[in-house]
């Protein structure tokens, strides 16, 4: 026999059985991570509370560096677009940062959507990749339980939203447009808002002013006009207008009068007190955008232009949107989960992730264009901002449920 050394038979280790609460061990093996935690799910019971704990760790896991690089790559794209500014006021570079710093809220609202349907569709690839989402599926779990966890993080993500859009983006919008203005382009904080050529309808007529001093209790260049029947009936010029606290004094004026036969009579005035029709707040013309604006304060303005005479569309289609954009950031969660699984069986990995970044990409389409659409005065401004997600939510029910009946 030589040097013929026989091969030892491999010993084989018993391994004890697994108890339902015993912590899992880590790699994501046949005995790891998900396969115990669907066969302890399918016990019922609190086991399947590992499973979603399970899962939404996964989501959480990516949704941190995907939010973090959205950041990252929303404020290079800020940089950039505020060079020009930089350039020509060369401000100190603590003003710039707190600028940037103040609109970090408001990029967050941008993003948020966006990142939690990446998340879902990373933690999902990864889960088809090593099999775990077929073991669940074998363990007896329907993709609608599987759903869950996913949805629970998109009304997180949506909850965190509305208090950034509510309370938190508003002031830091505000404070970057102040900075921006005031110390960084040496502008007057009375500046900031619109305070030259104002045109306001008034009870029973129009109003202009050519010019409103600041604190807006004095006016230069006043015209007011009296309309009945179509017609101008009266009109009253003065040089200056001064609020008394009661109502306005008009200095160095002319009235007029006209009859129905096209005559009229002129009687100039040193001084008259006369009722306007408005008060000093009411003339001042807010220059903050509408993301500066919490809802309630994007609804006052609405109430203050329309009684104005001013054309409230455009407002009246960003006040809808800022009640669908919290709401698309739990759909698109959802959305992601419900295109990733829903393909054929073996194309759960990079091929659903393809699909459901498409179902992004055209929710993201389909939402500019409505709202367009609903600016030009072709849709009503409710079903502007709600059309597409309530359509693209009833097309991702639709592709979880034939998901569902196909496995």
């Given at each position: 026999?030589?040097?013929?050394?026989r091969?030892?038979?491999?010993?084989?280790v018993r391994?004890?059985?697994?108890?339902?609460?015993?912590?899992a061990?880590p790699g994501?093996?046949?005995?790891g991570?998900?396969?115990?935690?669907?066969?302890?799910?399918?016990?019922?019971?609190?086991?399947?509370?590992?499973?979603?704990?399970?899962?939404?760790?996964?989501?959480?896991?990516?949704?941190?560096?995907?939010?973090?690089?959205?950041?990252?790559?929303?404020?290079?794209v800020?940089?950039?677009?505020?060079?020009?500014?930089?350039?020509?006021?060369?401000?100190?570079?603590?003003?710039?940062?707190?600028?940037?710093?103040?609109?970090?809220?408001?990029?967050?609202?941008q993003?948020?959507?966006?990142?939690?349907?990446?998340?879902?569709?990373?933690?999902?690839?990864?889960?088809?990749r090593?099999?775990?989402?077929?073991?669940?599926?074998?363990?007896?779990?329907?993709?609608?339980?599987?759903?869950?966890?996913f949805?629970?993080?998109?009304?997180?993500?949506?909850?965190?939203?509305?208090?950034?859009?509510?309370?938190?983006?508003?002031?830091?919008?505000?404070?970057?447009?102040?900075?921006?203005?005031?110390r960084?382009?040496?502008?007057s904080?009375?500046?900031?808002?619109?305070?030259?050529?104002?045109?306001?309808?008034?009870?029973?007529?129009?109003?202009?002013?050519?010019?409103?001093?600041?604190?807006?209790?004095?006016?230069?260049?006043?015209?007011w006009?009296?309309?009945?029947?179509?017609?101008?009936?009266?009109?009253?010029?003065?040089?200056?207008?001064?609020?008394?606290?009661?109502?306005?004094?008009?200095?160095?004026?002319?009235?007029?009068?006209f009859?129905?036969?096209?005559?009229?009579?002129?009687?100039p005035?040193?001084?008259?007190?006369?009722?306007?029709?408005?008060?000093?707040?009411?003339?001042v013309?807010?220059?903050?955008?509408?993301?500066?604006?919490t809802?309630?304060?994007?609804r006052?303005?609405?109430?203050?232009?329309?009684?104005?005479?001013?054309?409230?569309?455009?407002?009246?289609?960003?006040?809808?949107?800022k009640?669908?954009?919290?709401?698309?950031?739990?759909?698109l969660?959802?959305?992601?989960?419900?295109?990733?699984?829903?393909?054929?069986?073996?194309a759960s990995?990079?091929?659903?992730?393809?699909?459901?970044?498409?179902?992004?990409?055209?929710?993201?389409l389909?939402?500019?264009v409505?709202?367009?659409?609903?600016r030009?005065?072709?849709?009503?401004?409710?079903?502007?901002a709600?059309?597409?997600?309530?359509?693209?939510?009833?097309?991702?029910?639709?592709?979880?449920?034939?998901?569902?009946?196909?496995?």
């Amino acid at each position: 026999m030589g040097g013929y050394r026989r091969a030892r038979r491999p010993h084989r280790v018993r391994l004890p059985p697994e108890e339902p609460g015993a912590a899992a061990p880590p790699g994501g093996g046949p005995r790891g991570g998900v396969a115990c935690a669907s066969r302890s799910a399918s016990q019922g019971g609190g086991t399947v509370r590992v499973l979603d704990r399970y899962l939404a760790g996964r989501f959480w896991s990516f949704w941190v560096p995907v939010a973090g690089g959205f950041l990252a790559l929303f404020l290079v794209v800020e940089v950039f677009e505020k060079l020009r500014l930089i350039l020509k006021y060369a401000p100190r570079p603590s003003d710039m940062a707190l600028f940037f710093a103040a609109r970090i809220p408001w990029m967050l609202t941008q993003i948020l959507p966006m990142t939690g349907l990446l998340a879902t569709a990373f933690a999902l690839t990864g889960l088809s990749r090593r099999g775990e989402l077929a073991a669940l599926r074998a363990g007896g779990l329907s993709l609608r339980r599987l759903a869950v966890p996913f949805v629970g993080a998109g009304l997180v993500l949506t909850a965190g939203h509305a208090v950034l859009q509510e309370l938190v983006a508003p002031r830091g919008f505000a404070l970057a447009h102040e900075i921006k203005n005031v110390r960084i382009k040496g502008k007057s904080a009375a500046s900031l808002a619109r305070t030259t050529d104002v045109w306001l309808r008034v009870p029973g007529g129009f109003l202009h002013v050519d010019r409103i001093d600041p604190g807006a209790d004095r006016l230069q260049g006043v015209e007011w006009v009296r309309v009945e029947g179509g017609a101008i009936r009266e009109r009253l010029t003065a040089a200056s207008a001064r609020w008394t606290g009661e109502t306005w004094v008009l200095e160095a004026g002319e009235r007029r009068r006209f009859d129905a036969e096209g005559g009229f009579g002129a009687e100039p005035f040193e001084s008259l007190a006369w009722d306007l029709g408005v008060r000093p707040e009411d003339l001042v013309i807010e220059d903050l955008s509408a993301d500066a604006l919490t809802w309630r304060d994007l609804r006052r303005r609405i109430e203050r232009y329309r009684a104005r005479g001013f054309d409230t569309l455009d407002l009246e289609v960003s006040l809808w949107a800022k009640t669908a954009l919290p709401a698309a950031t739990a759909l698109l969660p959802f959305l992601g989960f419900a295109f990733c699984v829903g393909g054929p069986p073996r194309a759960s990995g990079h091929r659903g992730f393809l699909a459901a970044l498409g179902a992004a990409v055209a929710f993201g389409l389909a939402q500019a264009v409505f709202l367009a659409l609903g600016r030009t005065g072709a849709l009503p401004p409710p079903l502007a901002a709600w059309l597409p997600v309530a359509a693209f939510a009833l097309v991702g029910a639709w592709r979880l449920r034939r998901a569902e009946a196909t496995r």
